[in-house]
């Protein structure tokens, strides 16, 4: 059975940095695609980044230039690095593995 885990979420200052974690049990996350997406409260759940089986990356337009997404094939594990974290980027960031899902990680840009 596959199950995601995600970490790295927190409380940072709106400018600052954070790395959210991607932890998948029972597939291989490089011979799949691996997606981030997030949700505001009285929001619905939108696509943030994904990251294909052959390295093609797509982003949302509100984190380009400031998120990247990328795994290490050595551990098995997905990433999302958000720097220029502002406000508007407070939400639960849920890591997607083929179809599977994880139960999200909270993001809290706040001064």
């Known amino acids: 059975q596959v199950q995601i885990v995600e970490s790295g979420g927190g409380l940072v200052q709106p400018g600052g940095s954070l790395r959210l974690s991607c932890t998948p049990n029972?597939?291989?996350?490089?011979?799949?695609?691996m997606a981030w997406y997030r949700q505001a409260p009285g929001k619905q759940r939108e696509s943030v980044a994904s990251i294909s089986s052959v390295d093609f990356t797509t982003y949302a337009d509100s984190g380009k230039g400031r998120f990247t997404i990328y795994r290490d094939d050595s551990t098995n594990m997905g990433y999302l690095q958000m720097n220029s974290l502002k406000p508007e980027d407070t939400a639960v960031y849920y890591c997607?593995?083929?179809?599977?899902w994880g139960q999200g990680t909270q993001v809290t840009v706040s001064s």
């Open positions: 997607r593995v083929a179809s599977t």
């Open positions: 029972g597939i291989i996350i490089r011979f799949v695609t």
